[in-house]
């Protein structure tokens, strides 16, 4: 079998699994791939009496080949130990008929965290002695603190976050603004996420800024376009088939649905290479806010980020360049890595591509795309607190109300819908929804709803509050080359 990973834009690219994590993107734009994922058959029925470490373990084993197995045990065991507050890491709560895979139970209350508390322990195995990797990562909101606190203090890496300025959540600026940590650098962009995306790529392959860092330090990234970041999140939808079976919802080899708010399409696309490697899927469910790129595509094949950009209440999903979809129209395509290529060509020159009607039919095969309103969304938390005395935030409440469409077409297969933040990462849009009387202060509003759901305020979102900000540089676009460049210098030289 082939170990080599390739670019989804040129298929002449060959490349080891850490030299992959290590550069995190591909010198052509594209972004790294496993191209005979399909060829792995993970066994099910043994999967199903499996702990989540264990599970953790087997897929790192097939996709990271070249780490050896003690490399591997590490990083899972350091990553996973005692660093989320439930044994199970994503536990499943079943409510009426459908469950709830709750991925909020790492050190920063989102599902990021699943992927990296493990990236940086990889990294370690990636880099010799003479290595230092700066990474580069631009967040819509979650990405950012749970990469912080990844890589923060690590040996020879440094980490520097990019996030739009007034684009996040309060909690989520806090959480990133209040880092400690010698080697964590925070700015704020004049722009939206989708600016902050674009630009970190520009800077993986600007032979400029290379050339100014030097050749010791490696730029990398922490978003999902790094393999090392997307691998880890395939465990938990095998964890979540396991729990189920283990629960005796369903039997071993029978077929679920997974409904997933995305933004990025990298935890949907996870869920996919899950289902490549044997996992029993009917169909994803996959659901934007109101920056709805891809419920739109899903009708007619074309991709087009020329519409209007909105600020909604779940601004984790506030993208219109879904990067990890890219994966997609490769495994779709049969690897044809010159017709992604020729897509995204189209994509950077005229900001929209429309695929082949057979491509499409591939792609609506397996997935199922809905958008869910701002209204929609305080609508469907109010809904399900009600009626099952569930918190959701925001971003689930989105997945929430795509589900309840799609289940009006099958109600029969198993749904577990993906859970990816705590409620109190997003108190404005939850408190609208089940308050009647909402007070101006966001911790204020902390406390109450605490006090009328009992549902506990995590403790790492309570004490940002008292915590002295330090980071507070807000720049703009045309600045990050040289903000880079200065937070090398800082991290990595000015304390030889």
Request: aromatic fraction near 10%; hydrophobic fraction near 35%.
């Amino acid at each position: 079998m082939n170990f080599s990973y390739t670019s989804t834009r040129d298929d002449s690219v060959k490349i080891s699994p850490k030299q992959a994590i290590k550069k995190g993107f591909s010198d052509d734009g594209g972004l790294f791939v496993y191209p005979n994922i399909q060829d792995i058959n993970l066994p099910i029925e043994k999967i199903s009496s499996m702990n989540y470490r264990e599970i953790a373990k087997l897929v790192l084993s097939k996709l990271l080949p070249d780490f050896s197995e003690a490399e591997i045990n590490e990083s899972v065991e350091n990553a996973y130990k005692g660093s989320f507050d439930n044994e199970e890491i994503t536990p499943i709560k079943s409510l009426d008929n459908f469950h709830v895979l709750e991925l909020f139970h790492g050190p920063t209350c989102a599902f990021k965290d699943v992927g990296l508390q493990l990236l940086p322990q990889l990294m370690k195995h990636v880099l010799n002695k003479d290595n230092k990797v700066m990474i580069l990562t631009a967040t819509s909101g979650d990405t950012g603190k749970a990469a912080l606190e990844g890589f923060k203090d690590v040996d020879k890496m440094g980490i520097t976050v990019f996030y739009p300025h007034n684009g996040v959540s309060k909690v989520q600026q806090l959480q990133m603004a209040t880092t400690t940590g010698s080697n964590t650098k925070v700015a704020a962009i004049e722009g939206n996420f989708d600016d902050a995306q674009t630009n970190v790529k520009k800077l993986f392959n600007d032979n400029k800024l290379k050339q100014r860092i030097g050749e010791n330090v490696t730029l990398s990234s922490a978003n999902s376009i790094n393999i090392g970041r997307l691998i880890p999140q395939i465990v938990y939808y095998f964890d979540a088939y396991k729990q189920l079976v283990q629960n005796n919802s369903i039997k071993v080899g029978d077929p679920v649905n997974f409904t997933v708010p995305t933004g990025n399409f990298g935890d949907v696309l996870a869920g996919y290479f899950a289902k490549l490697m044997g996992l029993p899927v009917n169909k994803f469910i996959v659901a934007s806010n109101q920056n709805n790129v891809l419920s739109k595509f899903f009708q007619d094949g074309v991709y087009d980020r020329n519409m209007p950009f909105f600020k909604t209440v779940a601004p984790s999903m506030d993208i219109q360049i879904s990067s990890n979809f890219e994966r997609l129209l490769y495994y779709k395509s049969e690897d044809d890595s010159n017709y992604v290529a020729k897509l995204m060509h189209d994509l950077k020159n005229n900001g929209k591509y429309k695929v082949s009607d057979n491509i499409l039919e591939k792609i609506q095969a397996d997935f199922y795309f809905g958008f869910s309103s701002d209204e929609n969304i305080e609508n469907s938390i109010k809904e399900v607190y009600q009626n099952n005395k569930y918190l959701m935030d925001p971003h689930t409440a989105a997945g929430y109300k795509v589900m309840r469409d799609y289940q009006k077409i099958d109600s029969k297969t198993p749904m577990i819908l993906l859970s990816t933040a705590s409620p109190y990462k997003f108190v404005d849009a939850v408190a609208n929804a089940i308050m009647p009387d909402k007070s101006d202060d966001i911790l204020a509003n902390m406390h109450d709803i605490e006090a009328k759901t009992h549902v506990p305020i995590p403790e790492n979102l309570l004490k940002v509050w008292a915590m002295p900000v330090l980071h507070k540089d807000v720049i703009k676009q045309d600045q990050m080359e040289d903000y880079v460049y200065q937070k090398v210098q800082e991290v990595f030289y000015d304390k030889d």
